[in-house]
């Protein structure tokens, strides 16, 4: 996926960084992000094979974190998952809305 998104202009990086105050996981941890930035639009990508109600925080404090340590605005934060597991997708999604996150999923996938 990287080199699709290099050779369409995207510039791609893996952010790593050593949460020593524990912020995203309430214990210290090593925080990885991908990062994407085209036109001075820099967009925080997660790709998970699921999403739950309860991943949704960790996605926003792993961006709150980000833009903490680098001083670097996010524009977009965007979840790609082929499933929503909850008893209430729809519910997921607006809670995402509301958090400033986009989840991108195929249409008619499971847990839709």
Not at 43 to 59: Q, Y
Not at 61 to 85: Q, S
Not at 95 to 109: F, L, N, Q, S
């Amino acid at each position: 996926m990287r080199e699709i998104l290099r050779d369409a202009g995207y510039t791609v990086e893996k952010w790593l960084y050593y949460d020593a105050d524990g912020y995203v996981y309430g214990y210290p941890s090593e925080i990885e992000l991908d990062v994407i930035v085209k036109d001075n639009i820099t967009m925080i990508v997660e790709i998970s094979s699921a999403i739950r109600r309860s991943d949704l925080i960790i996605i926003k404090r792993k961006a709150e974190l980000y833009m903490r340590v680098t001083g670097k605005a996010v524009d977009r934060v965007l979840v790609i998952t082929p499933y929503i597991g909850d008893r209430n997708p729809d519910y997921v999604r607006v809670m995402a809305e509301r958090m400033g996150i986009k989840v991108i999923t195929p249409e008619g996938a499971a847990g839709q």
